[in-house]
């Protein structure tokens, strides 16, 4: 497959792996942080093995002007589980009700690594193939995962 659209991001959380693995895997958690500003999360599993889904849904909300109550699904299957080391899953998201034109197939790989106490998490994203109409939700993909890596970084710091 052509790599059409690459992000890779490192960042350092002041708590341990295995608490930064329980907010990427733990789907309750997962609805406290996840996705990018002004949007909530109302639904999200996790069946947390090799060949196991992912399904998170991101609902924008009010501060998103027109898109308010817009739905957008994630289903995913993992490829790479190795406990509060490294994750990996192949996804598709898309516009609810615009399946078709909106879907994006993307994949994601984790890895965590202690570091003095706190969890280095590197992250690479690759958009593999997106429909027509999810050119702007590509061209929003590094400011997305930006928005939703500060807010894990709120999550984290506000467990404390």
């Given at each position: 497959?052509?790599?059409i659209?690459?992000?890779?991001f490192?960042r350092?959380?002041d708590?341990?792996?295995?608490t930064?693995?329980?907010a990427?895997?733990?789907?309750?958690l997962?609805k406290?942080w996840?996705?990018?500003?002004?949007?909530?999360?109302?639904?999200?599993?996790?069946?947390l093995?090799?060949?196991?889904?992912i399904y998170?849904?991101?609902?924008?909300g009010e501060?998103m002007?027109?898109?308010?109550?817009?739905?957008?699904?994630?289903?995913?299957?993992?490829?790479v589980?190795e406990?509060?080391?490294?994750l990996?899953?192949?996804?598709?998201?898309?516009?609810e009700?615009q399946?078709?034109?909106?879907?994006i197939?993307?994949?994601t790989?984790?890895?965590?690594?202690e570091?003095?106490?706190?969890?280095?998490?590197?992250?690479?994203?690759?958009?593999?193939?997106?429909?027509?109409?999810?050119?702007?939700a590509?061209?929003?993909?590094?400011?997305g995962?930006t928005q939703?890596?500060?807010?894990?970084?709120?999550f984290?710091?506000?467990?404390?």
């Amino acid at each position: 497959m052509e790599k059409i659209n690459e992000v890779e991001f490192e960042r350092t959380y002041d708590e341990s792996p295995k608490t930064v693995w329980q907010a990427w895997t733990n789907p309750e958690l997962i609805k406290k942080w996840w996705g990018p500003n002004n949007v909530t999360i109302p639904e999200s599993e996790v069946d947390l093995r090799v060949g196991g889904k992912i399904y998170i849904v991101m609902e924008a909300g009010e501060a998103m002007g027109p898109y308010k109550g817009t739905k957008w699904p994630m289903l995913g299957k993992f490829n790479v589980v190795e406990p509060n080391s490294k994750l990996s899953y192949n996804a598709k998201a898309w516009t609810e009700g615009q399946k078709e034109e909106t879907t994006i197939d993307q994949t994601t790989e984790l890895i965590l690594a202690e570091d003095m106490g706190k969890t280095k998490l590197k992250i690479k994203a690759v958009i593999n193939k997106f429909g027509p109409g999810a050119q702007m939700a590509v061209q929003g993909m590094k400011m997305g995962f930006t928005q939703q890596l500060d807010k894990l970084n709120d999550f984290l710091t506000a467990k404390k």
